[in-house]
């Protein structure tokens, strides 16, 4: 079996400043890291290459000004990694992206899953796994929170749409992908959105609203997994320094070999920036404990009325 | 001229970091208190090759020499101090003596479960009457046949209470002294007669074990002697003088950590309607701080780079220990200034970086043994021969 891993990068968020008032986004501190969603997809590639054995081979999400990315999906375990350069590749989007993968699949050979990240840490894009699958022809899976393959077929864990109360926003996306652990593949395949036995434990503002349920499709086959569905393993050390070491751990290839050139025009065209709308200040409540409880129950029933 | 990290050293830093930060961090303040040693992260390390960093991999290490090892130390020591003791006793001087000396067979033997953590080391040198005067030990080693017979009480042994594998000195020819009277030997956990004593109860590094290990006729092959008969003052020496390089790599981690707390308490602490970072004596402290830790990181990434690349660093791996504990100490010091009443509380991790910090100024040898290491290094260039 053969498992491709879309791995990208994104800037440190930690390192950034966003400056509102003057309209621009200042970079302290100039990190990348792997995309965490992406990582989370690698570590999914890895635990079935650990079950069954599979070659894992890792290409990028994106345009990359150098192959630091790929060689961490190496140390990481990937089997092999490749880099993809040439001209008029730079500016590439996720649509460019799906027809360039789609390609580079079909020169390795043919796959048997791809996996990639659901979403980006820098802009939140989704596209890219949907955009293969088609471009691919393939059925897909978005958003898994565990992936399992054998016998020609791939199950994943989805979770069920949170139900939303009151608001537009219910819970902030970071927190709805706390760190409850899923239940484990398996139970009833066939009664979609079901709760799973034993049910995930409750945590305090993490009502999980629908549960777990399982889906199963044919391989070959694209999922896409949620940032922090599994936690990535560390590099072993030796590795990591020998694959950092040789020059030619990275195969290079030219997309002008893969796509004609014009299927190397992007989608997207940027005409300037702008920042979303302010979120509204909280309200700050003070008193005797009684005084305030009773302040966020109002504020509480006052949110849920609208 | 060329100060800029090889990649392999930049993601041997990422990973390094990242663990620390997960793995090693959280437990940080739990072993200060418990006064316990993380024994599960010495584990989680051992498989990722950390604890066998800077041997070849022929030896069952990472590969990635003094320099690799110097990162690893430092961003130990940037969030646990206590841990990066374990470890650099273990790898610094434990393994590193048999790597420096010890026979091939020897290595094959000690050196490939030391490198690969699963086994760990310790040091001994140490005695209650040997403490800067290394010279003046009195544990003794007998021949009888094919074996040597050892005898005496070692203190202060970091990881000496659960250590696999010891290196320890003897006097093996009592009328010759430090040169040529001194012998290192291999001993393993549970040869007769080898026990472990009282454990110190420390004011800091309390999550590393420091123990008092006895030796009542313990039987050791003649194979086990590590490097030559007599030798063993000249060998430990070497040894410790990589100690020392690292102790100012953990020591520079330590300081760059209370130099991003005060930053962090600078930004956010108010007083007097503004943040601290407006005021001219904490941005003077800050400055004075950053601006000795950067000379400190200079220091010890050129002294790893003089170790990878096989040049003398005695005196420079000294300068290393005595600059980088101060430095630390003082960077320390200042944080808690900064900090002010909730730093000299327990909730805030300055009170346990400021009792850690303060046993770099002693152990590895103490600051004045570093003085005295270079300045006979510089008279002895100067034709004037120094003695302690």
Redesign the interface.
């Known amino acids: 079996m053969r498992i491709i891993v879309l791995v990208g990068r994104v800037l440190d968020p930690s390192g950034i400043v966003v400056n509102r008032r003057r309209g621009r986004i200042f970079i302290n501190r100039e990190e990348y890291l792997v995309n965490p969603a992406d990582r989370c997809a690698l570590e999914a590639a890895l635990r079935i290459k650990d079950a069954t054995g599979a070659e894992v081979v890792a290409l990028p999400r994106g345009p990359l000004p150098d192959d630091?990315v790929l060689?961490?999906a190496l140390?990481a375990g990937a089997d092999r990694a490749v880099y993809l350069t040439g001209d008029g590749f730079k500016g590439a989007d996720d649509a460019v992206m799906a027809r360039v993968l789609a390609a580079a699949v079909e020169r390795l050979g043919g796959a048997d899953l791809v996996l990639a990240g659901a979403t980006t840490l820098d802009t939140r894009q989704g596209q890219l796994g949907p955009r293969l699958a088609e471009a691919l022809g393939w059925p897909q899976i978005v958003g898994a929170w565990q992936v399992e393959a054998t016998d020609g077929k791939v199950q994943a864990v989805l979770q069920a749409p949170t139900p939303r109360v009151g608001g537009d926003r219910v819970l902030a996306p970071g927190r709805r992908w706390g760190k409850t652990p899923p239940p484990r593949v398996g139970g009833d395949r066939h009664q979609p959105w079901s709760p799973l036995p034993p049910p995930p434990p409750p945590r305090v503002g993490g009502d999980r609203g629908g549960g777990y349920a399982t889906v199963e499709t044919d391989l070959p086959a694209v999922v896409t997994v949620l940032p922090g569905a599994l936690k990535p393993r560390?590099?072993?050390?030796?590795r990591?320094?020998?694959i950092?070491?040789a020059e030619d751990a990275v195969e290079r290839w030219d997309v002008a070999d893969l796509v004609e050139a014009d299927a190397l025009k992007p989608l997207l065209e940027r005409r300037g920036q702008d920042f979303p709308p302010e979120r509204e200040r909280g309200v700050r409540v003070s008193g005797t404990p009684e005084e305030m409880a009773q302040a966020v129950a109002d504020a509480l029933r006052q949110q849920v009325r609208g | 001229m060329d100060f800029t990290f090889a990649p392999e050293h930049v993601a041997l830093r990422r990973l390094v970091r990242e663990f620390a930060e997960n793995e090693v961090a959280p437990l940080a303040m739990e072993i200060d208190r418990e006064g316990r040693v993380p024994f599960e992260t010495l584990r989680k390390m051992a498989k990722i090759g950390l604890l066998g960093v800077c041997f070849p991999q022929k030896y069952g290490g990472m590969g990635a020499g003094e320099t690799g090892y110097c990162i690893l130390m430092e961003e130990l020591g940037r969030v646990c101090t206590s841990t990066a003791t374990n470890v650099g006793a273990h790898i610094g001087i434990g393994a590193m003596s048999v790597y420096l000396d010890g026979t091939e067979e020897q290595k094959q033997k000690y050196l490939m479960p030391l490198a690969r953590g699963e086994k760990l080391a310790a040091f001994v040198l140490t005695e209650a009457d040997a403490g800067s005067d290394a010279a003046a030990i009195r544990t003794c080693a007998v021949q009888d046949g094919n074996e040597w017979v050892l005898n005496g009480t070692k203190t202060f042994n970091t990881n000496g209470s659960f250590a696999d594998i010891v290196t320890v000195m003897a006097v093996t020819d009592p009328t010759l002294g430090a040169r040529g009277g001194m012998t290192a030997f291999i001993v393993e956990a549970g040869t007769p007669g080898f026990k472990v004593g009282t454990h110190e109860n420390k004011m800091g590094i309390r999550g590393s074990s420091t123990a008092e290990l006895i030796f009542e006729d313990v039987r050791v092959p003649h194979e086990n002697v590590l490097g030559k008969v007599g030798e063993g003052f000249i060998s430990f020496m070497k040894t410790l003088d990589v100690g020392r390089l690292t102790l100012g790599a953990a020591c520079l981690g330590g300081a760059q950590a209370a130099l991003e707390a005060s930053v962090h308490w600078a930004k956010t602490r108010k007083q007097f309607g503004v943040a601290l970072a407006h005021k001219q004596s904490v941005q003077w402290m800050i400055a004075n701080m950053a601006t000795e830790i950067e000379a400190l990181r200079s220091l010890v990434y050129r002294v790893a780079w003089m170790v990878d690349t096989g040049q003398p660093f005695t005196q420079l791996a000294a300068m290393c220990k005595l600059y980088g504990s101060e430095v630390a100490s003082r960077a320390i010091d200042v944080a808690l200034q900064i900090h002010g009443g909730l730093g000299y509380t327990r909730d805030f991790p300055i009170e346990r970086n400021f009792r850690d910090a303060r046993i770099s100024e002693i152990f590895e040898g103490t600051n004045e043994i570093q003085r005295i290491v270079i300045a006979s290094n510089i008279f002895r260039q100067h034709g004037v021969r120094i003695r302690p």
Do not use: V
Request: glycine share 8%; no cysteine; hydrophobic share 30%.
């Open positions: 630091d060689r961490q140390a560390y590099p072993d050390g030796a990591l320094i020998n950092y070491r």
